[in-house]
């Protein structure tokens, strides 16, 4: 497997974080130096270590979690997206309380979004790829991607001020549902 097929893959496989870090930083989440970092660092870090961690988990268990792995991420985007649409929604609230770039939301939204790396690591053990280099690739190509996104979604929050919170939960539940929707129909 060249570079430039690692290069693909990992673009692939950044889209819902960058999806997510878009919609985190349009709905005024990634305000600080710090926010961004761990959106960034975490979505990159969980990016590299899943398919590090489907090499190591063996054909078993990466079958087995297969079969409802897509259940898992849509239940974290859609209680995740959910919050985020009814902060979006209350009037009396001036200031965000919860920010998802910290504790278990971010871990949440690390796995939700990183799940399918998982799987690569696996087709890569399948296809006696050395898992390291293209795990850094991953991480690296998901750590930018997100970066690109928070700067976007900054722009288009200060645009659209609060609205952009409820817009940034419906992008959560959207991935979510497609997720779901291409494990059943594609």
């Not at 430039?4 to 130096?33: H, Y």
């Not at 297969?66 to 859609?78: E, Q």
């Not at 399918?116 to 696996?122: E, V």
Request: net charge positive.
């Amino acid at each position: 497997m060249g570079t430039i097929d690692i290069i693909v893959i990992a673009v692939g496989l950044a889209m819902d974080a960058a999806a997510v870090s878009l919609a985190a930083a349009a709905s005024g989440f990634a305000k600080d130096g710090r926010a961004v970092f761990r959106l960034a660092f975490h979505f990159g870090l969980f990016q590299f270590f899943m398919p590090v961690a489907g090499w190591f988990l063996g054909i078993g268990f990466v079958s087995y979690l297969k079969s409802f792995d897509h259940w898992i991420a849509f239940g974290l985007l859609l209680f995740v997206g959910g919050r985020m649409i009814c902060s979006g929604m209350d009037s009396s609230q001036t200031t965000i309380k919860k920010d998802p770039s910290r504790g278990m939301t971010m871990v949440m939204l690390s796995i939700a979004t990183s799940i399918d790396a998982l799987a690569i690591g696996l087709s890569l053990a399948m296809l006696d790829v050395n898992i390291w280099y293209p795990s850094v690739i991953i991480g690296v190509i998901t750590a930018g991607l997100s970066l690109l996104a928070i700067s976007i979604g900054k722009r288009l929050g200060v645009l659209f001020g609060k609205r952009m919170e409820i817009v940034g939960g419906l992008i959560l539940i959207f991935i979510g549902s497609r997720i779901l929707f291409l494990e059943f129909f594609a």
